[in-house]
């Protein structure tokens, strides 16, 4: 497991891993006001993926990111405070976002009920991505999904969504 920076806000490390891979990192001391940072760590690494390295990134996709780093951060808020771990990368057509938290707890979708007030967190993320997976690590857990950079005909994700 990589060693966990732990002051507040974010940690820029932007690298190319590897041929057509961009990459950057962010760690942050979860609370509220620190999902609205990563929801901009996410817009400015996806803008600069477009101006500086030419990546054709959909408006859509960068409204998508946004939304599931700020659900799978709100989850962080909520079940696991403390520090957080938020890992991008683009490989090919798609956005890897993998979160890191110290919480034990795995999360699992609830069954769809559109009388519940709340808890949909998951429900929108498995919707909007393209995959998802959870891994247990000595310390915590960490939520990986990938979303789609290409568009179908319609304006939605291309490529197939497993959900």
């Known amino acids: 497991m990589e060693q966990l920076t732990t002051g507040c806000g ?16 962010a760690a942050y001391d979860m609370t ?7 929801r901009g760590f996410v817009r400015q690494f996806l803008s600069d993926a477009r101006s500086t390295h030419g990546l ?8 998508i990111a946004q939304l599931v780093v ?14 957080c771990l938020l890992d991008l990368e683009v490989d090919g057509d798609m956005l890897g ?3 890191w938290d110290s919480g034990s707890v795995l999360p699992t979708a609830l069954q769809a009920d559109p ?12 919707a909007v991505c393209q995959s998802f997976e959870v891994r247990r690590e ?12 290409l568009e179908g005909p319609h304006g939605d994700p291309a490529g197939p969504t497993p959900w």
């Open 56 to 63: 054709d990134v959909p408006s859509r996709t960068l409204d």
């Open 115 to 126: 009388t519940r007030a709340g808890q949909h967190g998951l429900e929108i993320v498995l």
């Open 97 to 99: 976002i993998t979160m």
């Open 32 to 38: 509220s006001g620190e999902i609205a940072r990563a």
């Open 10 to 25: 974010t940690k820029r490390d932007r690298q190319a891993s590897g041929p057509g891979v961009l990459a950057d990192s």
């Open 138 to 149: 000595p310390v915590g857990k960490r939520v990986r999904v990938q979303v789609s950079l």
């Open 70 to 83: 700020s659900e799978l951060a709100t989850n962080v808020c909520k079940y696991a405070p403390g520090p």
